[in-house]
């Protein structure tokens, strides 16, 4: 079974500063989809970035990139120039690529994240 | 704009007295996902259907039950809610064979049990 791993319970950083949060996950699988969902307090958990595992350039969403090393099996979230609002929840999360089964979100435990103003 | 919403957002309901979640969607998304997500924790899968196919995880307690009328809706009953299951529950969508594979959240219901 595919497992997710967030090491990082909590972050925080100061405003308009650059912070990288880890997932890394173990899996047997060579076609998956890899995923950063925010949560902010209180409010609907959200998709940030996704990455499909056969495409080797890293997927950027504004200010948010992903650093994919599919060889380590890591995928690291970079979020620059940190706002207020960037405040929440972050998980990881692991999706089969393949076409029958369940496709289920396999996620991380989370990383709170703290902007600092 | 299409979206997943779920009815009530909070619900109070006594230990042992049946409840049950509402979730409907605008996307017309052919899967739609229950999850149980405890304080600061990942949200559990309990169930999914893809389309009027029923997929109950393993370790889904038998006091949760769910059904999809159509493709709009899907509810969760929890028959005897325990104090254990106070909970936000969140709905989910995808559409499987559409080429996107993210799943879409609802802002979820807060279950307390009295």
């Known amino acids: 079974a595919q497992t997710v791993t967030q090491s990082q319970p909590e972050m925080s950083v100061q405003e308009a500063e650059t912070v990288t949060l880890s997932c890394t996950y173990d899996?047997?699988?060579?076609?998956?989809?890899l995923f950063w969902y925010k949560q902010p307090p209180s409010r609907q958990m959200i998709l940030v970035i996704r990455q499909e595992a056969y495409k080797q350039q890293n997927a950027t969403e504004n200010r948010f990139s992903v650093n994919f090393q599919k060889a380590a099996k890591s995928f690291s979230l970079k979020i620059s120039d940190s706002q207020l609002g960037d405040a929440a929840m972050y998980f990881c999360a692991y999706r089969s690529a393949g076409v029958q089964g369940a496709q289920k979100l396999v996620f991380g435990q989370g990383t709170r994240l703290t902007i600092n103003p | 704009d299409a979206m997943v919403i779920q009815n009530p957002r909070y619900q109070v309901t006594q230990f042992g007295k049946p409840v049950t979640l509402s979730c409907s969607q605008t996307?017309?998304?052919?899967?739609m996902y229950w999850y149980q997500q405890k304080s600061s924790q990942a949200p559990k899968l309990l169930f999914h259907y893809y389309d009027k196919d029923f997929n109950n995880e393993a370790d889904t307690p038998d006091n949760f039950q769910s059904r999809r009328p159509n493709t709009s809706f899907c509810f969760l009953d929890i028959r005897s809610p325990g104090l254990g299951d106070a909970a936000m529950y969140l709905c989910a969508t995808s559409n499987r064979g559409s080429g996107r594979y993210e799943q879409y959240f609802g802002p979820g219901t807060r279950l307390t049990v009295t």
């Open positions: 899996t047997s699988e060579s076609d998956y989809y």
């Open positions: 996307l017309n998304h052919n899967v």
